[in-house]
């Protein structure tokens, strides 16, 4: 059994960016040597986010719009009145969708779905430069 | 410490079909034989979801409905323009809710409260045959 | 490889409490010894969730706001109708958060952001004292 722990950096245009990342993921993957096991996923600052989705751009601008009705731009945040960055929205969104995603390890690939891809979603109201944890462990 | 992953069957009528799994899931752990660790869940596909909930008819009925409202199924979405297959909204709600949940076992039990469940969502918009990938990690 | 399993405690307010649990957090992970892997948090219950956030009153008054609009309080349940107890709303919004979280470690430290809080999330209508499960694995 053993844990390879390591991180993948990403340029994002922050204003809910969405990036699939699946192919550096499983690129990691080879790399460790784990056959079977797991891979957890973890994006470290409060206004980023992980999930899966069908990367199409029809999808990912559902999304993006069902996010805009849960935590809208355009309303006031208290967040912003305190500290005037402006990214209130950005915080609830990252909150409420979450910073972590475990996927099982099959034979060295990630056992997604055939259209299921793996996205960093980048909330912030500027581009950021993201660090996603990426640790596997396993055989 | 072992790892055991193993995979589950499910048929679903999908529309937001929400199934129990947790008399299925804690089969898997007794049959692993793993006293203390933790078992990770995973839906593979991009329509499908995972979480737990007190799983009585009323509160299952509550759940589908803020579901409705998040991500409702009667406006337009840019997948269905491109795709035709009319589950945009699938999609959408799939990624909000997230596809892994990982539980810690407790003298080779989930240790869920006396009224928490787990449970499959199917978001599709049609019935579906799905497996969960159950992972047990644990001594 | 080991696991070390705990259980932190808790007393809410219920009412959407949202209590920043990261020192308690860091202190198992301390106690544990563990250098290298990862944390996995789970609440038991099926009104209450995990998540992170930066914890300052605005993000999270802002976080209760999103909350309230997803599953608002003063909407028909049929949970209530049903069971009579009130809470159909807290569990609706627990299943929509998710009961667990994982975290990775370096060097005996949660790698969170710099800002980046873990928080428990207890949505029931009347105070609760709840049990964090803290499981920590790896080297």
Chains 1, 2, 3 share one sequence.
Do not use: C
């Amino acid at each position: 059994m053993k844990i390879v722990t390591s991180e993948l950096p990403f340029k994002t245009t922050g204003q809910t960016d969405i990036i699939n990342i699946t192919r550096e993921v499983q690129e990691e993957v080879l790399q460790s040597g784990v056959q079977d096991g797991s891979i957890m996923l973890f994006i470290s600052g409060s206004t980023a986010a992980l999930t899966t989705i069908e990367f199409e751009s029809g999808v990912v601008n559902d999304l993006k719009k069902a996010i805009d009705r849960i935590a809208p731009r355009d309303i006031p945040y208290e967040h912003d009145r305190r500290w005037g960055d402006g990214n209130g929205f950005s915080h609830v969104r990252a909150s409420l969708l979450g910073p972590s995603l475990s996927i099982p390890l099959m034979e060295g690939r990630l056992f997604l779905g055939t259209w299921q891809q793996v996205v960093l979603l980048d909330f912030d109201n500027r581009p950021r430069s993201r660090k996603v944890t990426v640790q596997i462990m396993g055989k």
